[in-house]
């Protein structure tokens, strides 16, 4: 069966440093993957998604993801954050050819910017 | 586009109440989902349908039953609420594998 680890439920940065969610994953083959942000009292919203194209995923707000086969991961990535990325950020994964389009979601990872 | 709509945003319900939330979207999608959210855990399966007439279990079915007679709407319903079904609802949509999901803005449910 599928599963996602998010390592780290809660994560801090100072404005400006590098943000890195960690997320790693469990299937017998590569996946769909996607990265959603939540803001406070809103729904999820897509930041980026990789399906087998490109290996190195941007997506929006700077952020862009690195899918790693040999280490079943697939970390989220931003150069130097701002104020507005405090959200939460949850990890998801879709089986590729199945009938279902189900996503498997991480615990997620709640960022705090610091300014 | 609408998108995905939900309502309602909140309602208090008292335990062995029923009700129903509703959901909508108006993209012509043919998946569409609903999720629980609850402190800790993620985002959590109830149910699904791959189309209209077609609805399936996820990871959390029990309590809850959905129907899919248009491929607009996507109703969740609460047979006899209790307090363990107190959370956040969310219902998704999505056209095709691999899209990702397009997310409503959610129900805040809390049953007393």
């Known amino acids: 069966a599928q599963s996602v680890t998010q390592l780290g439920s809660h994560v801090s940065v100072s404005e400006g440093a590098l943000v890195l969610l960690r997320c790693n994953y469990s299937?017998?083959?590569?996946?769909?993957l996607f990265w959603y942000v939540q803001y406070p009292n809103q729904g999820l919203q897509l930041l980026l998604k990789?399906?087998?194209?490109?290996?190195l995923v941007k997506g929006i707000n700077g952020f862009e993801a690195e899918f790693k086969k040999s280490e079943t991961s697939f970390h989220l990535t931003k150069p130097s954050a701002h104020m507005s990325d405090a959200a939460e950020y949850f990890c998801?994964?879709?089986?590729?050819?199945?009938?279902?389009?189900?996503?498997?979601f991480g615990t997620g990872t709640l960022l705090a910017v610091q300014p | 586009n609408a998108g995905v709509t939900q309502t309602p945003k909140f309602q208090v319900l008292k335990t062995g109440q029923s009700m129903t939330l509703q959901c909508a979207q108006d993209?012509?999608?043919?998946?569409m989902s609903w999720y629980r959210q609850d402190p800790g855990m993620g985002l959590r399966l109830i149910h699904y349908?791959?189309?209209?007439?077609?609805?399936d279990q996820g990871e959390v079915p029990n309590g809850y039953n959905v129907s899919r007679s248009t491929t607009e709407d996507f109703p969740l319903r609460l047979l006899s609420a209790a307090p363990s079904q107190t959370s956040v609802y969310f219902c998704?949509?999505?056209?095709?594998?691999?899209?990702?999901?397009?997310f409503g803005p959610g129900t805040r449910l809390t049953v007393l």
């Open positions: 349908s791959v189309g209209a007439g077609i609805t």
């Open positions: 299937s017998s083959v590569p996946p769909y």
């Open positions: 998704a949509s999505s056209p095709t594998q691999g899209r990702g999901q397009y």
């Open positions: 990789y399906t087998s194209a490109a290996t």
């Open positions: 993209m012509n999608h043919e998946y």
């Open positions: 998801a994964v879709s089986e590729k050819g199945g009938a279902t389009n189900k996503l498997i």
